[in-house]
């Protein structure tokens, strides 16, 4: 069955950072584009950033971009999101995505990221 599990979230200090890991199983990693989303509570699931399914292209949000870096490792069916200069307004639970389709739409249960002092 499609697997997609997180990790790596925690509780850090403004400035810090964290490095976030998906692990994917029960499908073809290397045929899906992959995304992290977050949604932080009483709003909307936003996307964060995403990845080609080589790898070569990503895209992230205006408010993350230079500070978060998004890339995969085929060979281990993982991607990382490594986050550094963390905000508190960074605080959410962040989501793995794997999309080829509509109906190839795959989502992980979600890793809680929590910035405060």
């Known amino acids: 069955q499609v697997q997609l599990v997180e990790s790596g979230g925690g509780l850090v200090q403004p400035g810090g950072s964290l490095r976030l890991s998906c692990s994917a199983s029960?499908?073809?990693?290397?045929?899906?584009?992959m995304r992290w989303y977050r949604q932080a509570p009483g709003k909307e699931r936003e996307l964060v950033a995403s990845?080609?399914?080589?790898?070569?292209?990503?895209n992230y949000a205006d408010s993350v971009k230079g500070r978060f870096t998004f890339s995969r490792d085929n060979a281990k069916n993982t991607v990382y999101l490594q986050m550094n200069s963390l905000k508190p307004e960074d605080t959410a639970r962040y989501y793995c995505?794997?999309?080829?389709?509509?109906?190839?739409?795959?989502w992980g249960q979600g890793t809680q990221v929590t910035v405060s002092s």
């Open positions: 995505n794997a999309r080829r389709s509509a109906k190839y739409d795959y």
């Open positions: 029960g499908f073809t990693f290397t045929t899906y584009d």
């Open positions: 990845i080609s399914s080589s790898g070569r292209i990503t």
